[in-house]
């Protein structure tokens, strides 16, 4: 018998059933569906195999079980609109119009807000690199990186001049997963000069902070600094067509 011939299990009719009323609207959110003794009658099926089909869909989040009054439609899940980050570093790389300029770069002993975020102990050694990234020559970001000495033992080994910290990183241990939080920052008088931006005294710069992680240890954490007109989420909105 071809694949698409062949019948459904009972408890998956049952289902497929459920779910048709759904995402027709005869099951709005909200209401009762049917008992499963209900289900079982109108599908001939015992009672345990009409269980088995409201249980997985609850279990996906479809249908919501409330001991005593029935299980009912599940509140369709709200979701937040991803909102992109535009990341002008890697734009000017891809664009080969990026440099960089290294300003210091040390063995650092990390104070206790700082290990916490790592999950290392306070006054652990670790490599602090801070930079400025330039786009034609033009300032777009001055970034602090605190690095997980064993993670990265070679860093301090490497001409950074040459080769961005970042991607070293990257190389030696690409990570698993990131982590950020975006606010808005007034730069020191150190930052707002190395940022081309001495002249504005309450210039405001959007701040990243992001956090590397190596399955479930911490690489790094970079704070990086925009001037906060060159900076924007998500994409510019288009016209509308009239």
């Given at each position: ?47 345990m195999t009409a269980r088995r ?169 970079s704070t990086m600094l925009h ?16």
């Amino acid at each position: 018998m071809g694949a698409g011939k062949q019948k459904l299990p009972q408890f998956a009719l049952i289902k497929q059933f459920l779910e048709q009323q759904i995402a027709s609207g005869e099951l709005s959110s909200g209401a009762k569906i049917p008992t499963e003794q209900s289900l079982a009658d109108s599908f001939s099926v015992s009672r345990m195999t009409a269980r088995r089909a409201v249980q997985e869909l609850a279990d996906t989040g479809m249908l919501t079980r409330t001991p005593g009054s029935g299980t009912f439609v599940a509140e369709p899940i709200k979701t937040v609109p991803m909102i992109a980050i535009t990341n002008w570093v890697d734009a000017a790389k891809q664009s080969n119009t990026h440099s960089h300029r290294i300003l210091s770069v040390d063995a650092v002993q990390l104070v206790a807000n700082k290990a916490r975020l790592m999950g290392l102990v306070t006054d652990a050694l670790v490599f602090q690199v801070n930079l400025l990234h330039l786009n034609n020559n033009r300032p777009i970001q001055w970034q602090q990186i605190w690095v997980n000495r064993s993670l990265a033992p070679a860093l301090l080994k490497q001409k950074m001049d040459k080769i961005d910290p970042n991607d070293y990183l990257h190389w030696v241990c690409t990570p698993t997963k990131s982590d950020y939080q975006v606010k808005s920052v007034l730069p020191s008088a150190s930052q707002r000069r190395d940022l081309d931006l001495s002249h504005q005294d309450n210039a405001s710069c959007l701040s990243v902070e992001r956090r590397d992680w190596v399955g479930e240890s911490v690489l790094s954490i970079s704070t990086m600094l925009h001037p906060a007109e060159q900076f924007y989420l998500g994409e510019p909105l288009k016209d509308v067509q009239t």
